[in-house]
């Protein structure tokens, strides 16, 4: 079994450009926030959705309010918090809660070998 997992937030723009093909193909787990979804309005982009939710469960995760409080004071902190939407503080807030997550769980399996 294999300890590595691919999983990959998806923003709209993966979706409405169609990029980051190569890295949605190998990835195991895909998770967005619902406000992606909203942002999808063209039909190619639709369809682009609905093909990628037959070949992979998109999983729809909202982030902690501690990730996005962290996410949005960092930007600050860097000057890109105007550069931002709303949406995308969630995205970078759920990428966090997941790099938080997967970390644990590691330093948990690393303790018991």
Do not use: C
Request: aromatic share 10%.
């Amino acid at each position: 079994m294999s300890l590595i997992t691919w999983t990959l937030v998806l923003e709209s723009d993966a979706i409405i450009n169609q990029s980051s093909l190569q890295l949605i193909q190998i990835a195991k787990t895909l998770y967005t926030v619902e406000g992606v979804i909203q942002e999808i309005r063209d039909s190619k982009s639709k369809e682009y959705l609905d093909l990628l939710q037959l070949q992979k469960q998109i999983l729809i995760r909202e982030p902690s309010k501690q990730a996005t409080h962290i996410v949005s004071n960092f930007a600050r902190i860097t000057g890109d918090y105007s550069y931002l939407s709303r949406v995308d503080i969630q995205v970078i807030g759920l990428q966090y809660d997941l790099g938080v997550y997967v970390w644990v769980v590691f330093s948990f399996f690393l303790k018991s070998i």
